[in-house]
């Protein structure tokens, strides 16, 4: 997946500061006994709680790539609904669809050109 323009610039201009910082989450992800699409959904989650639109986009598509359903995804999202909030959830319930929308109109164009 690629980053946005901005990390990009930031990767580019401070590329000590960004490898530590890769390989920290590195690190993280391997310290313990979740797998890829567990870690990425409570990434999502943590995501939606402290209301960051660029993260949730980011881990709703790291999610999917990791074999997460639509149904699942959308279900970490209602989670937070009674901690969080009706606004913040539906917030992050449309930053969810916008990376969900992308990612289905990009199937079905694949799969048509396979077709």
């Known amino acids: 997946m690629a980053l946005p323009r901005s990390y990009e610039a930031f990767k580019r201009s401070y590329s000590q500061i960004w490898q530590a910082y890769d390989r920290l989450g590195r690190l993280s992800h391997k310290a313990g006994p979740l797998d890829e699409k567990t870690r990425e959904l409570v990434k ?66 694949n799969s048509r050109r396979k077709g």
Not at 76 to 81: N, R, T
Not at 87 to 101: G, I, Q, R, Y
């Open 44 to 109: 999502l989650a943590l995501s939606v709680g402290a209301r960051l639109e660029g993260a949730v986009h980011s881990h709703t598509a790291r999610a999917l790539e990791a074999g997460a359903t639509a149904r699942e995804i959308r279900h970490i999202v209602l989670l937070g609904l009674t901690t969080l909030g009706f606004p913040s959830m539906m917030a992050a319930l449309t930053w969810v669809e916008d990376v969900l929308k992308t990612a289905g109109s990009r199937k079905r164009r």
